[in-house]
């Protein structure tokens, strides 16, 4: 029976990879941020009704609840960066 050839490479193997050391940990400002827009855009919306429109801002009429919750949607926006 013929004899088989030998391999004269060696066999592949990949470049170790490099481990690092990564925290996943969010910035300290995300939580805070988120917080206060949406207490803020909260704020905004209540003291609207409240004050039947005339606060906080008497020009935009009923915008000031899109603008409440553009802030609430900037907190929701600044979330996605929390760890």
Known sequence: ??????RKKADYTPPPT?????????????????LALFLLGLVWIVVFYVTG???PVESLG????????GFIAAGF???????
């Open 18 to 34: 490099k481990q690092t050391n990564v925290k996943l940990q969010s910035s300290s400002w995300v939580a805070p941020v988120m």
């Open 62 to 69: 009923n915008w000031n609840i899109v603008v409440g919750f």
């Open 53 to 55: 429109g005339s606060l």
């Open 1 to 6: 029976m013929p004899k088989s050839r030998i």
């Open 77 to 83: 926006a600044v979330s996605t960066q929390w760890k």
